[in-house]
């Protein structure tokens, strides 16, 4: 099937992430935004995403704006919903960042409704849920978590807020009690907001309305997910969560919309390894805890000390292979983890890898529906076997429905079915091209979950890409 049969009679398209965030919306937001989107429009989370995305022949990375804005002088519009916390300072540089890049981001708007990442939400969530290594979840660090509480709380600070003084004292001063160790001072915040605040005014509206004359006109529309189901505060792996619900209903409310208003919701998956970063159970981790703890150390073994370490003067190439092929399950994931690159965009943080988890997956398909792309195939060439995730074991009994509780998930251990490896497929076209052992676990994978495949991902460009 083509795109455009995959698209045929849609208006409303969502792309969301069906495990721990990191599977590519970035990519499949901006191919969408290229051949089909005339609006492309977020509706969840803040800067925490990392989305990356072509451009050029060079890596582009975005934070806030959806990836649809590279776009924007095709008039294609560009929408921060009101689901999502913005850090407005974040946002200027993004914004910044375009101008260096002489792209322009004129057919901007952002909620007046979303809210604001202030400077005390930052400290707050660096000093409380930053450190994996004393105890923390592994937050990016970017505010994400406090912000969503005070707005769950009832005091948080919208955009619009920005632009009523009298609100914006009011609301500062009442905030203060709630960060006790913070200097708050409704001066000096103002002060130092006041460009980014004249910069983004002119793109600022009701966004909730806008989308819905859009769509009464019959403009194509791409939501662009964030994070991941198994990272959403409704079904991921609790407390592990990011503080907003990226699923196709948090993603849909985000935006102002009904998710019975999306036409096709599709699910990303990275196939047949996955990742996660941050802490959290993960129950297919190739090294379970050792490569837990080990990625929990950050920085200190990132992508620069992992090339160091485990390829030093050797071929690259030829040594993540082997490394993706020795005997022991951490090896293989730093072999796995070396080929895809698997280091944090916004983080830089190693990503934990493992085998793809159709346990997950079969329960996303539940709540995303039953379209799946599959992304990252490519990384794996050269393993000589794969594994899939089948069932979650424990004490003899195996089940294949997944379940939030995090200290079953944390003691499992995965059912695996093996599969024969892949060499070079980033210039197969066609699903049938594709070799045997990967088509069977393809079709092994959608007789489990339910799910169809409709889309495979074969390399990082946008022409690397096979539609069913
Ligand atoms: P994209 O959109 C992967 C993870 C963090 C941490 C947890 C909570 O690029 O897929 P937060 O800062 O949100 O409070 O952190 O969620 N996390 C992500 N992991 N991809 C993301 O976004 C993520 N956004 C947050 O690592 O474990
Ligand atoms: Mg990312």
């Not at 200190?300 to 092929?325: F, R, V």
Request: charged fraction near 25%; include cysteine.
């Amino acid at each position: 099937m083509s795109l455009s049969n995959l698209t045929k009679d849609k208006q409303i398209i969502a792309i969301v992430c069906n495990q721990f965030g990191d599977t590519g919306k970035g990519k499949f937001s901006d191919y969408f935004a290229a051949n089909w989107a005339d609006v492309i429009a977020r509706g969840t989370g803040g800067n925490n995403a990392g989305h990356t995305i072509i451009l050029n022949g060079k890596e582009k990375i975005l934070h806030l704006l959806p990836s649809g804005i590279i776009q924007d002088s095709k008039g294609k519009i560009n929408i921060l919903g009101n689901g999502m916390v913005i850090d407005i300072k974040a946002l200027c540089q993004e914004l910044e960042e375009l101008e260096k890049e002489n792209l322009t981001y004129k057919n901007l708007m952002i909620s007046k409704d979303a809210h604001i990442i202030m400077p005390w939400h930052v400290s707050q969530d660096r000093a409380k849920n930053m450190s994996q290594k004393s105890g923390g979840i592994g937050s990016t660090g970017r505010g994400i978590g406090p912000c969503y509480a005070d707005k769950i709380a009832r005091r948080g600070i919208k955009i619009a807020d920005l632009f009523d003084e009298e609100v914006l004292e009011y609301k500062i001063n009442k905030i203060k009690q709630f960060y006790p160790e913070q200097e708050i001072d409704f001066q000096k915040t103002l002060s130092e907001l006041k460009p980014y605040i004249e910069k983004i005014k002119p793109f600022v509206k009701n966004t909730i309305q806008e989308i819905h004359k859009l769509k009464e006109q019959g403009k194509k529309i791409c939501l662009e997910g964030a994070q991941g189901l198994f990272l959403s505060v409704e079904h991921g792996t609790y407390p592990y969560v990011t503080s907003s619900d990226p699923s196709i209903n948090g993603t849909a409310s985000g935006v102002g919309l009904n998710a019975q208003d999306v036409d096709l919701t599709l699910g990303i998956i990275k196939f047949p390894f996955m990742t996660r970063v941050g802490a959290g159970p993960f129950p297919t981790e190739l090294g379970g805890k050792s490569s837990e703890e080990y990625c929990a150390q950050g920085l200190e073994h990132d992508e620069d000390y992992e090339i160091k370490t485990y390829i030093g003067n050797a071929n690259k190439q030829e040594k993540t292979i082997d490394l993706m092929n020795s005997e022991d399950e951490f090896t293989q994931g730093v072999g796995i983890r070396l080929a895809a690159g698997e280091y944090g965009a916004t983080t830089k943080r190693p990503r934990r890898t493992g085998w793809t988890d159709a346990v997950l997956a079969k329960y996303a398909r539940r709540i995303n529906g039953p379209h799946f792309i599959l992304t990252k195939v490519d990384s794996l060439a050269g393993a000589k076997q794969f594994g899939i995730c089948y069932g979650h074991k424990l004490n003899g009994n195996t089940t294949t429905e997944y379940d939030q509780n995090g200290k079953f998930l944390k003691q499992i251990t995965p059912e695996l079915k093996f599969y024969d490896g892949y060499s070079d497929i980033s210039q197969v076209k066609d699903f049938d091209s594709l070799p045997e052992g990967l088509k069977q676990s393809i079709k092994d994978f959608e007789d489990f979950t339910g799910g169809k495949v409709e889309i495979i991902s074969v390399g990082a460009g946008r022409d690397e890409t096979i539609v069913r």
